[in-house]
């Protein structure tokens, strides 16, 4: 059973480019999380997907930042006209069937985005 | 808002020496809290999770208490080794939705 895979592992973008990174969660997972640790800083909630479905949003900025998790495929975090303040590490982690709040997470390698 | 703070931000010890590291958290309500270890430049590996109604987990030479009235847990690595040099994270599980919120980490070295 293969983990949760995330690619690309590193990404550099200019300023004004867009980055997409792509995460697909473990076998039998269905709920996706995206996290986002910035230099020097803790690893911050983004954003919370089902299939086809954002169930939480809150952490996510309001602009240039959107997430989705088709029903078929990974699931993408795309940043529009990237700055240099999105360099970061952005780690996605996945667990199984809704009801189960007890569940361990497991998280990808990540993608260390930089912003030139 | 769940705010989760970890002490101390860095520690330094000889090889073989026991180390505790701290967590604490602001709201109680929690589901479970889960630390992991992240290596320079790469993702988090789970070390082990403790559910709100257990008390303690042991993997190895690591133990990890939690005293959830008080907002508190607790790593235990036992006899450390350069290995174990990392960063440790804590994060607690609260709320709708499954999302953790995480502390800042310990940075761990562990000399020869």
């Known amino acids: 059973n293969a983990g949760v895979m995330q690619n690309p592992r590193h990404l550099v973008r200019r300023r004004g480019q867009e980055a997409r990174l792509r995460c697909s969660p473990m076998?039998?997972?269905?709920?996706v999380y995206w996290y986002r640790q910035l230099p020097e800083e803790g690893l911050k909630f983004m954003v919370y997907?089902?299939?086809?479905?954002?169930?939480?949003e809150s952490g996510m900025p309001k602009e240039r930042f959107s997430a989705e998790f088709p029903k078929e495929g990974p699931s993408i975090l795309r940043i529009q006209q990237v700055v240099r303040g999105d360099s970061a590490a952005y780690f996605c982690?996945?667990?199984?069937?809704?009801?189960?709040?007890?569940?361990?997470?497991?998280f990808g390698q990540g993608t260390r985005l930089t912003v030139v | 808002k769940q705010e989760v703070t970890q002490i101390p931000a860095a520690l330094s010890v000889p090889e073989g020496e026991n180390l505790v590291l701290n967590c604490s958290f602001t709201?109680?309500?929690?589901?479970?809290l889960q630390w992991f270890r992240q290596d320079p430049g790469k993702g988090l590996t789970s070390l082990l999770l403790?559910?709100?109604?257990?008390r303690e987990q042991t993997s190895g030479r690591l133990n990890a208490s939690l005293d959830k009235s008080s907002g508190r847990s607790t790593l235990y690595i036992a006899a450390s080794q350069p290995g174990d040099s990392a960063t440790y994270l804590c994060?607690?599980?609260?709320?709708?939705?499954?999302?953790?919120?995480f502390g800042t980490g310990t940075q761990l070295k562990v000399e020869l």
């Open positions: 997907l089902q299939k086809e479905n954002i169930i939480d």
């Open positions: 076998k039998g997972h269905s709920h």
């Open positions: 709201d109680s309500a929690i589901y479970n």
């Open positions: 994060a607690v599980r609260a709320g709708g939705g499954n999302k953790l919120t």
């Open positions: 982690a996945s667990s199984p069937l809704p009801g189960q709040l007890n569940t361990e997470a497991f």
């Open positions: 403790i559910q709100s109604s257990q």
